[in-house]
């Protein structure tokens, strides 16, 4: 198992992470069986990596990133608690997605139905009469718009 400690300077909402790779990578063999989702990862005799600087990683065999929530030290044993970033793991298919999106800070569609955002409709009806009338036929002219 080989694991790439990071420095991570960013919110957890940010799919870009700005990460600082931190010394060497750290090899070793999983021992017991431990979550992919959650793992608690036991290192042993990690004196000389920078462990305890690090709060963010990546686990090659996983093929996920991971915050680092915390390190429980007993005596020569590290024991890292760990959660797995869904957005930088998957922030490839993340940004290759296309969506319609309905409510962003900025931009925002007000064709989409939205409870936050309100539109008023005050209709503006008016009636005019055709100069030279009809013979058969009935029309009916509509415009939308403002």
Do not use: W
């Not at 030290?73 to 869904?86: I, W, Y």
């Not at 998957?90 to 319609?100: D, E, L, Q």
């Amino acid at each position: 198992m080989t694991i790439t400690l990071y420095k991570n300077l960013s919110d957890k909402v940010v799919v870009d992470k700005d990460i600082t790779k931190i010394d060497n990578d750290i090899s070793g063999t999983l021992r017991e069986g431990c979550s992919i989702i959650d793992p608690v990862i036991k290192f042993e005799g990690v004196f000389d990596t920078h462990l305890t600087d690090a709060n963010y990683c990546y686990i090659t065999e996983f093929g996920r990133y991971y915050y680092i929530n915390n390190i429980v030290c007993v005596g020569n044993l590290f024991e890292a608690h760990m959660h797995v970033d869904v957005l930088k793991t998957y922030a490839a298919g993340i940004r290759s997605n296309s969506a319609v999106i309905s409510r962003q800070e900025h931009a925002y569609n007000l064709y989409l139905q939205d409870g936050v955002f309100k539109t008023y409709s005050q209709p503006h009806i008016q009636v005019a009469q055709f100069p030279t009338g009809f013979s058969d036929f009935e029309f009916i002219f509509s415009v939308a718009g403002g």
